[in-house]
């Protein structure tokens, strides 16, 4: 599915404080400008809801007064003149204005109503695969192996004797290669694991890296993830996919001509 990316872009290109009305309160003055409680409540407003939760009032305050000197020595230098300035206003605008208009979108399509007939809708996708979690010890000498299967079998600890003795990549966690699915295993490995029990060790298998001893520690039967598992993803496909519909409603509302070969000898410096 390809994927549309939008975000929400600031540039700082004017402070703009208020004049300490009735119902607010000077926070600071830069020589005879206020700032008040407004214009800083106004302008922590704009940061993401996570970011707003932990602020620090005064550091952002000073930020605010620290931005103001700033352009003051901006304007002197009429850089808001410049071509690249009004480019970038422009610019990011545009960017502005289209993320209201598709977090307008969203908010009215991408109800959990919709999500959970988009769900329904395309439930293949959300099979979970039978999963299997293996340990594993490696080596290359078959006495070593039996000496090591013999004391796995009579109930010495897996994890111990793989950090141990193992020569394998996992030896460093116990041999632990976590949850795979069947075609996720080498296959000498999945034809043993997947028809073990949890807890049972397997036999030695033999392969040209060595010779290996198996544990199933934990096992996922195949199902079908519920609403609530998946739903944050969920929510995040059916948003892209509202996007594209609606893009692609748009293009078609109109006549669009590229010229490829311009654009093929389009010099970008």
Do not use: W
């Amino acid at each position: 599915m390809k994927r549309f990316g939008y975000c929400i872009a600031i540039l700082v290109i004017g402070i703009t404080f208020g004049i300490c009305l009735a119902d607010t309160k000077e926070l600071a003055k830069v020589d005879g400008l206020v700032i008040t409680d407004s214009d800083l409540t106004k302008r922590i407003g704009l940061l993401p809801e996570r970011g707003r939760v932990s602020i620090d009032k005064e550091k952002f305050l000073n930020k605010m007064i620290d931005e103001e000197l700033l352009l003051r020595e901006a304007q002197k230098l009429n850089l808001h003149d410049r071509e690249d300035y009004k480019l970038h206003v422009e610019t990011y605008k545009r960017e502005f204005l289209v993320n209201l208009f598709l977090q307008q979108l969203l908010k009215e399509k991408n109800t959990e109503e919709s999500q959970k007939k988009y769900y329904e809708a395309n439930i293949e996708k959300y099979k979970n695969l039978e999963m299997g979690r293996i340990s594993v010890i490696t080596v290359k000498s078959e006495d070593e192996a039996k000496e090591i299967l013999d004391k796995a079998k009579s109930g010495e600890d897996f994890a111990e004797l793989a950090m141990k003795y193992s020569q394998g990549p996992a030896a460093k966690k116990g041999g632990d290669f976590g949850f795979r699915a069947k075609k996720g295993l080498r296959k000498d490995f999945a034809n043993v694991a997947f028809s073990m029990k949890v807890g049972e060790i397997s036999g030695l298998i033999k392969a040209e890296d060595g010779y290996h001893i198996i544990k199933l520690t934990d096992h996922k039967d195949e199902g079908i993830a519920k609403f609530e598992q998946v739903k944050n993803k969920i929510a995040s496909e059916f948003a892209n996919k509202l996007i594209e519909e609606k893009i692609s409603e748009l293009r078609k509302a109109v006549k669009i001509n590229i010229d490829s070969a311009e654009l093929k000898n389009l010099t970008i410096k």
